[in-house]
């Protein structure tokens, strides 16, 4: 599945060995009262009377991505795109890939398979009707898809998706599947296509550990040389595109602060918040970048009987 950067799509990167690798640039498109870090302590009902700052945010990503040339995958919440409408329009009309990632940003295995269902559907509907165009792609909020919830991926099959990229193989308290496979793969018996989160397997005395190389909290909390170097050494090891993910909030150091929340979530939220703007400009210079449905032309393909890529990979 190795992807090559095409003339007049990769963006700004420039010479450099990685540049010859096209990744996948995405934004999962919700607001700082959303996330699940703070699900405890701001109950879902109350959203809307927070100030909302997910269109401005979103807008400035959008200028980030024009002034690099670059076109993305934004997996929009339904429940945003049915409060800012003109912004999705704005999204489809830069070029860029619109996505799913759900209606009310709630984990996939706190929902039943008919909430899911329901959920998945609204969502769909409503970013297709306001856009103007066809969804093949979703994200789970919070990587939730996993063991506990085998109905999820016929269901996405059945409503009209053709690829999830809901699964981030890595240990983590909230997500993560350390154990799944690192790379494309079909899911629910040959019915979806998986793009997990990417990961840089490590080697030596750590041996076996994936380390999350695909942007969050990560890009925030570690240096950006670091970040750079274990994307350009995932390129040179596996010869293949990787997928980054970023949020509007993440670019918003003046966003309100919530009261009541935890110590660790509030770390992991405010975390470098005025870092991010400027290290995604480095990150958009120093790799080339695409939207999902580019970068992974398999995608568009059947993923025939599971575990199996098809020809296009």
């Given amino acids: ?16 060995p990685q540049a010859a690798i096209r990744n996948a640039m995405t934004v ?4 700082y009262f959303q996330v699940e870090a703070f699900a405890r302590t701001i109950p879902r009902a ?30 929009t919440l339904g429940w945003v795109a049915e409060r800012h409408p003109a912004l999705v329009r704005r999204i489809v009309a830069g070029g860029h890939e619109l996505a799913s990632h759900g209606h009310g940003h709630a984990r996939v295995a706190t929902l039943t398979a008919e909430q899911f269902r329901q959920d998945v559907i609204r969502a769909k509907h409503l ?15 919070t990587f939730s898809i996993g063991a506990n919830t085998p109905w999820a991926y016929p269901i996405l099959a059945e409503t009209g998706h053709r690829y999830s990229s809901s699964i981030y ?8 599947a350390p154990n799944a496979p690192r790379f494309a793969h079909a899911v629910g018996d040959g019915v979806l296509w998986e793009v997990p989160m990417t990961t840089l397997r490590l080697r030596g005395p750590w041996g076996g550990q994936n ?12 240096p950006y040389a670091v970040f750079r170097r274990g994307l ?58 695409g939207r999902m449905d580019e970068v992974f032309p398999e995608l568009a393909a059947s993923p025939g009987p599971t575990g199996a890529l098809s020809a296009a990979a």
Avoid at 5 to 15: D, E, S, V, W, Y
Avoid at 28 to 31: I, L, M, S, T
Avoid at 64 to 69: E, F, I, M, V, Y
Avoid at 211 to 222: C, H, K, N, T
């Fill in 232 to 289: 350009a050494a995932f390129h040179a090891a596996e010869g293949r595109g990787g997928v980054f993910y970023t949020h509007p909030w993440e670019i918003d150091p003046g966003q309100p602060r919530i009261a009541g929340a935890g110590q660790l979530s509030r770390f992991r939220h405010y975390l470098n918040l005025g870092r991010t703007a400027p290290r995604l400009d480095r990150l958009l210079r120093d790799f080339a970048w």
């Fill in 1 to 16: 599945m190795t992807t090559a950067a095409q003339p007049g799509t990769a963006g700004r990167a420039q010479a450099t």
């Fill in 211 to 222: 380390l999350p190389i695909s942007g969050g909290g990560y890009f925030r909390l570690l």
């Fill in 28 to 31: 999962d498109v919700e607001d």
């Fill in 169 to 176: 193989p890595v240990r983590h308290d909230l997500y993560g």
């Fill in 46 to 75: 109350t959203w809307d009377s927070f100030p909302r700052r997910v269109e401005a945010n979103t807008d400035r990503i959008l200028e980030q991505l024009a002034g690099a040339g670059v076109c993305a995958t934004f997996f």
């Fill in 127 to 141: 970013l297709e009707d306001i856009g103007g165009v066809k969804l093949t792609g979703y994200r789970a909020p």
